[in-house]
């Protein structure tokens, strides 16, 4: 039916879109056909005889228009337009102004019968824009937003007639979601408190109503974020050997950030060492070897994301120091006790391993704990424990061994292993101190004040009644007292001290001394008294009952 050389696309188009409407009578019948603009397409003539001697196409009426073309013509005046078929009007290069309403004439044997053919021309969609604002392209066409911005998605498309506009999103492995869709030529939609959840594909589509046509613009989205807080640093060391290991931590953005260690107090570019890390971690750890390192050096570690963050200053800094230890120097265990040393580190930057050494003399030999020595650690403080404490083995000095990359500092610990006291002999000491004390004390006493412990008893036969009188405690002395005496307590003290005992202490204690008080009178009688002690003492040798 076709000839070849015709543009297939269209014609499958204009196939594919033309409706039969309802006919009009004698007049034959009415057939919408559309084209695209700048394509091409054909009206046929529809049951058009092969003996027709002669076909015209009109645009419009023909009795009102002169016809537009005519197989009898020798030459067509627009070359947009041929005849396909010796009756069916092709036109390339379709315009919008080509629409309208066409009829065609078959003059067959001085009949004339025509068919009418509505041409509908569409145009677009095209010169779609999609605006996705505030967002930044990266560099694959992928664009991300600032999750704390309200962001704007606009689509506009050209189109004729107006077309239908909508918006989609596809988030990753799920269906797809219909935003919005509009008979516009303008679809706009804001979006604010994003999250993840957010990313995805948006699609904006644009259809044109007549020809169906349709374009798509698909734009991928991330949702990017920053930091909350402020990056961190320290230093560690790395588990096997010394080496220095710095850490600069950033975390909580999207995507990862970009860190950089530099030395502190020079800016990235005046450093001679400057690390870069690419954003994949958000912790950043650098790994250095002890050479170029010193007590007191510091690093800085400078953070970037691509969202700018407002009011936080992405750098942190890390001061490397040399360990120093504090520890009690003295220390002293009993045999078979128990004694902990301990031992503080009171700087290290990073954290220094702690170890304890006995002498020097074994320089490596480091603690470890076994039978007798425990070695606990907390913090930065280091306890070694020795049980059952011996003279022999572990009397001397300790080390203790603080060590990082930086430095080391060794002290000594001395231990001094001390017999124990024996309680029995203690015991026994103090109680022969204590007996010797109390002999030594009799003695004085007994030395100044023979009567003080004598029994009234043994002096009742005793014709001296002055010694007697002194003994005054008990009340069955106090009975013989007064059976020898009659006398009171006063009385009896200065009868103590006077050789004529109860006539002064009768005088005593009827009238006033005569003369001397009773402090001259044992003044003056001491010698005597004293020479009584002696008297008796010789007494207590011989037989009591000879006296
Ligand atoms: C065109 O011709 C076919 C037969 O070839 C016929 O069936 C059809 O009705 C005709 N259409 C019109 C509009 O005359
Ligand atoms: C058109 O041309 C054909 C021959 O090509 C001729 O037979 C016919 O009469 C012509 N028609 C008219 C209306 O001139
Ligand atoms: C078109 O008309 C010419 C003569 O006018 C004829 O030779 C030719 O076969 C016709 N083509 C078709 C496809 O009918
Ligand atoms: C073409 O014909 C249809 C009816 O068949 C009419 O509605 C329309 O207005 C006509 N178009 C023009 C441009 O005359
Ligand atoms: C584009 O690049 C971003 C990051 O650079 C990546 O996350 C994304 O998957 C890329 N998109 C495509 C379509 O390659
Ligand atoms: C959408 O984009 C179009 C063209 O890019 C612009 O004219 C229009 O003002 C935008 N609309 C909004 C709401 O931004
Ligand atoms: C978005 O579309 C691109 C291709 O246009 C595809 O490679 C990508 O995986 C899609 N991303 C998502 C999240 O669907
Ligand atoms: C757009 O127009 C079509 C036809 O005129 C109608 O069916 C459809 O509901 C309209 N869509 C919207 C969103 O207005
Ligand atoms: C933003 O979204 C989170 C959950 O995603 C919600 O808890 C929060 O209330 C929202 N904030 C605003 C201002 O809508
Ligand atoms: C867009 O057009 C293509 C063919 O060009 C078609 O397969 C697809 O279904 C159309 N999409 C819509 C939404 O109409
Ligand atoms: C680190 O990145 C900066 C730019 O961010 C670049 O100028 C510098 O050369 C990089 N240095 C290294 C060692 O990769
Ligand atoms: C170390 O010993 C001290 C007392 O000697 C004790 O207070 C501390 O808890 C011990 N620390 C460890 C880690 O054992």
């Known amino acids: 039916m076709w000839v070849p050389g015709w543009n297939p696309a269209a014609l499958l188009l204009a196939a594919g879109l033309w409706r039969l409407l309802p006919g009009r009578g004698a007049a034959g019948t009415e057939e919408v056909i559309v084209g695209e603009a700048g394509r091409s397409v054909v009206l046929v003539c529809r049951n058009v005889s092969q003996k027709a001697s002669e076909v015209d196409w009109f645009h419009g009426d023909p009795g009102a228009v002169p016809p537009l073309f005519s197989s009898n013509a020798t ?55 999609v605006t996705i604002s505030p967002s930044t392209a990266l560099p694959n066409g992928t664009v991300y937003v600032d999750k704390r911005d309200a962001v704007t998605f606009n689509c506009t498309s050209d189109s004729h007639p107006v077309p239908t506009v909508g918006w989609t999103f596809q988030p990753p492995s ?63 060391t790395a588990q096997v050997g010394l080496m220095l290991q710095l850490f600069c931590s950033w975390p909580g953005g999207y995507p990862h950030p970009v860190l950089q260690w530099t030395e502190e107090g020079r800016d990235l570019e005046n450093s001679s060492w400057v690390v870069n890390a690419t954003g994949s971690v958000d912790t950043q750890v650098e790994t250095l070897n002890t050479s170029r390192l010193f ?3 510091g690093f800085k570690c400078v953070g970037s994301h691509v969202v700018k963050q407002e009011k936080v200053e992405p750098t942190c800094t890390v001061q490397i120091t040399a360990p120093s230890l504090e520890t009690e120097p003295l220390k002293t265990c009993f045999v078979g006790g128990t004694v902990t040393l301990t031992c503080r580190v009171t700087e290290s930057n990073p954290p220094a391993r702690i170890s304890w050494l006995r002498n020097v003399s074994q320089p490596e030999a480091t603690i470890q704990s076994g039978e007798r020595h425990l070695v606990t650690q907390e913090g930065s403080v280091s306890n070694l424990t020795i049980q059952n404490c011996s003279h022999a083995t572990d009397e001397g000095y300790y080390v203790c061994k603080a060590e990082n990359p930086v430095g080391l500092q060794e002290v000594y610990v001395s231990l001094t292993v001390k017999k124990p006291v024996n309680i029995v002999g203690v015991v026994g000491a103090v109680v022969v101190l204590l007996l010797l004390g109390i002999l030594i004390l009799s003695g004085i006493v007994l030395y100044y004040n023979p009567l ?29 007292e007064e059976e020898a005496t009659g006398k009171s307590n006063a009385h009896r003290v200065t009868a103590l001290v006077n050789e004529n005992s109860t006539q002064t202490a009768e005088s005593d204690s009827s009238e006033p001394p005569r003369g001397t008080s009773a402090e001259d009178v044992e003044r003056e009688e001491r010698p005597a008294t004293q020479r009584q002690i002696l008297s008796f003492l010789a007494e207590m040798d011989g037989p009591v009952d000879g006296s």
């Open 75 to 129: 030459l067509p005046e627009d070359a947009r337009l041929s005849l396909v078929d010796n009756s069916s009007l092709r036109i390339t290069a379709l315009r919008l102004q080509d629409g309208g309403n066409y009829t065609c004439r078959e003059v067959l044997k001085e009949t004339a019968r025509e068919h009418r053919v509505q041409l509908l021309v569409a145009s677009g969609p095209s010169r779609m824009t």
């Open 295 to 297: 007590h007191g050096k």
């Open 452 to 480: 003080l412990c004598l029994k009234g008893s043994m002096f009742r036969n005793q014709d001296s009644t002055d010694v007697f009188m002194l003994v005054d405690s008990e009340g069955e002395e106090e009975e013989a």
């Open 174 to 236: 799920s269906a797809l979601e219909m935003f919005t869709e509009v008979n516009g030529s303008t679809t706009v939609f804001t979006l604010s408190n994003l999250s993840l959840s957010f990313q995805g594909n948006y699609s904006c589509s644009a259809k044109n109503p007549l020809s169906g046509s349709n374009q798509t613009s698909t734009t991928e989205l991330l949702v990017y974020y920053p930091p909350p807080s402020v990056p961190k640093c320290w230093a560690q």
